[in-house]
């Protein structure tokens, strides 16, 4: 099974193919798109142990040369001093601007080869390979790029859209469950805020996509998609509709930040879903039947829902004005009104954030 969806960008339209196996077919279809002569393969230490070979041998039966350039996993990679090393890395290997870059791997992966391929000779050729469900549902495609500083997550980077997005559904089978369920906190987020028809669908096929099979998969993944590739076509540059898609980002920003990033995105999102629920019920925008909804289903895909009791309320407070949807010292919010519609606003009482974030 394998599907494509293609964002409409004009001149920078570029394809999703999702399908089952499409890893052992990255070679021919790099080939096809001519999208560069040479590879810089970029990925973390363990997505290299698993598919680096796999991709590289891919590629050289297409009669494509290619270097596996490797960084050490994890959030705390993602920051400007691994993007100096990559790009001296990439200078010794002679890569020019005719030459382009593939991330394989999960968001971390993806983020930094984005914005390495961004800013590399001002601007070469990628193409995403995501490994993690996150990825393929969510940062892979739109073309957001970006490393972490000390104040706060993300907070460098650019748009800049890849050429191709390859999504193998199989990868999944060696995904942590942790980093699954992490993903699934990305997939709900476009039931709140865009389909509460795919809301449904998730609440009644859970078990079926906990098995992996591999026919929901591929829809699931492929829904995300057609939902995210239509906002990003409208509002690529995140002017107005794409914060939709910043739905428990406000909170869960901070909440991942003041864990030190040692909570993992998804988790951190699955809580900040949760807090501006609530948020929204204090509020006046949602009714408490609505937040609950919310809650029933993060708890079906076991996912965590409270800020941990031992974070500290005034550093959740400096992240939270840190966060890069922070503007002019406006906290904007995106609060959900029903299952399926979200709305963006920075009309929130001080006192009702307060008690969100002390209520753990």
Sequence with gaps: MEETIQVGLGERSYPITVGTGVMERVGPMLRAGRFAKRYGIISDDRVAALYGAQVQESLRQAGID?????????????????IGTLASTLAEHGFDRGDGLLALGGGVTGDITGFLASIYMRGIPFVQVPTSLLAQVDSSVGGKTGVDIP???NLLGTFYQPRAVIIDTQVLHTLPQEEFRGGMAEVIKYGVSMDADFFHWLDRHHSAILALEPEVIVS?????????????EQDEREGGLRRIL???HTIGHAV??????????????AIGMRAVADLAVRAGYASQSVADRIEALLAKYQLPTGIPSEFDRTTLWNYLHTDKKTIGGRVFFVLPEEIGRVCVTDRVDKDDIDAILGSA
Excluded: D, W
């Excluded at 699931?220 to 990003?232: G, H, N, T």
């Design 246 to 248: 910043n739905f428990g």
């Design 66 to 82: 290619s270097e596996l350039i490797v960084f050490p996993h994890g959030e705390a990679s993602k920051h400007l001093a691994t």
């Design 220 to 232: 699931m993944i492929r829904r995300c998609c057609e939902m995210k590739a239509s906002v990003v």
């Design 256 to 269: 991942e930040a003041a864990s030190g990033y040692r909570l993992i995105h998804g988790y951190a999102v």
């Design 151 to 153: 104040q706060g997550k």
